[in-house]
């Protein structure tokens, strides 16, 4: 199969846990039988417009830089036109695909136009909604946004979601028939997360704390992280000496600041700034909890990360949290938003009121047995092979469109 991805994120322009989630499926596709290429968003700093990996074609484009975008939604409109201009060319260059996989909404309009200008069927991942972010719809930009992550569902062929929880979202909000819904979770690669790791300059700085508490994401309100700061005074009355550390950036850092310095806790609290691989892994190894408050979350790749580090993990009992931990045997499950529950889940560990070493190795093996990204990559395989059957056995492209595909690529060809 030939299958053509599009993503407006992938590293290095990095912006969520999206672009990580594409380059682990993307590595995992490397040893199947499939010919994938992907469109995605330059950085400032890209200069590799087009790298292949065995069977992996990544093209990298940049938005139309001539004209600036007025807000977000037009920039993703340019976007979208400068994907779909760069996919037609590859598509004459090249032949057509078998079907395109889209990732969230921002691609939409790309995926939709070659949908029906060219009769490819369409996949959507959906890695989380605008209603969910925001625990509701606000504002119009929302309102847009919802729409169309509703009109992407509804356009494609066969969605695909990271949880149970994201499945009830998207049947509820989007009206979505629940047999159109694949649950696909996401993985991490052990390989990359295995190890102490190297950061000389954390290893100076918390080697002689007694007990350091993690988080590692984006700083915006969903991750729940102002519940984390809420808790560190109950933690701190029991155990002085814990340093509290907070990896990433994000619209949130300077509020989540602000709080730190009203409490008095910068001594305890420390904004790193986003963190790269090497001081990620040495901060998850280091830390005696990684902890994730998340008010929304629909996986929670972060979990896995700290499962398979052998580092005791405390989340929120939200969407796939909920799914992945299992309270006291996998980790610790907080009420979400509750900073005293969240408090009494790090006391616990650090009281050893759990077996916290049973709990690790139980967690590492869960990781290993149910969320590699080769059982990932197979599955979603799986669903390409079913949607290309049904959309053959369909009758949903007309003769008129087989005889005009059959004419583009005879003269592609003769050229």
């Not at 009109?151 to 990271?162: D, F, G, R, S, T």
């Not at 000496?241 to 008095?264: C, D, H, S, W």
């Not at 087989?402 to 003269?411: A, I, M, P, V």
Request: proline share 4%; charged share 20%.
């Amino acid at each position: 199969m030939r299958i053509l991805m599009l993503s407006w994120e992938y590293p290095p322009y990095s912006v969520g846990g999206l672009a990580s989630h594409v380059e682990d499926l993307l590595e995992a596709y490397q040893d199947q039988n499939i010919e994938c290429h992907l469109i995605t968003l330059a950085d400032s700093n890209s200069t590799t417009p087009i790298e292949v990996k065995h069977n992996i074609h990544i093209h990298r484009i940049k938005p139309y830089d001539s004209v600036s975008a007025l807000d977000f939604i037009t920039w993703v409109l340019q976007t979208n036109i400068a994907m779909l201009e760069y996919a037609n060319g590859l598509i004459y260059r090249t032949g057509s695909f078998d079907l395109v996989h889209a990732h969230d909404w921002l691609v939409a309009f790309t995926a939709r136009a070659l949908k029906h200008s060219l009769k490819i069927p369409v996949i959507a991942t959906i890695h989380a909604t605008e209603r969910g972010r925001n625990n509701g719809i606000h504002t119009p930009m929302q309102r847009y946004i919802d729409n169309v992550e509703w009109w992407l569902c509804y356009e494609a062929w066969q969605v695909i979601c990271c949880s149970k929880h994201m499945h009830g979202e998207i049947t509820r909000n989007f009206q979505v028939p629940s047999d159109k819904v694949t649950i696909i979770p996401n993985g991490v690669d052990p390989g990359k997360l295995e190890g102490k790791g190297n950061s000389p300059s954390l290893e100076q700085q918390y080697i002689a704390t007694d007990k350091v508490v993690s988080f590692i994401g984006r700083l915006v309100r969903e991750k729940g992280i102002q519940v984390l700061i809420d808790a560190a005074p109950k933690i701190l009355e029991h155990y002085p000496n814990t340093r509290f550390v907070i990896a990433g950036k994000g619209p949130y850092q300077q509020e989540l600041q602000n709080q730190v310095n009203k409490m008095g806790l910068a001594q305890q609290i420390n904004f790193l700034g986003y963190v790269d691989d090497d001081a990620k892994k040495f901060l998850l190894n280091r830390s005696d909890i990684a902890c994730f408050p998340s008010l929304y979350e629909p996986f929670g790749i972060v979990a896995l990360e700290g499962m398979i580090s052998k580092t005791p993990v405390v989340v929120s009992q939200v969407g796939g949290f909920d799914e992945i931990i299992d309270h006291g045997i996998t980790g610790m499950k907080a009420y979400p938003g509750n900073a005293n529950s969240l408090a009494d889940q790090i006391l616990a560990i650090f009281d050893k009121k759990v077996n916290v070493n049973q709990m690790i190795a139980n967690a590492y093996q869960k990781v290993w047995d149910e969320y590699t990204w080769d059982k990932i990559a197979a599955n979603t395989i799986e669903v390409y092979q079913e949607v290309k059957i049904e959309a053959a056995n369909a009758n949903w492209i007309s003769v008129y469109d087989k005889e005009l595909n059959n004419t583009l690529n005879t003269n592609r060809l003769e050229h």
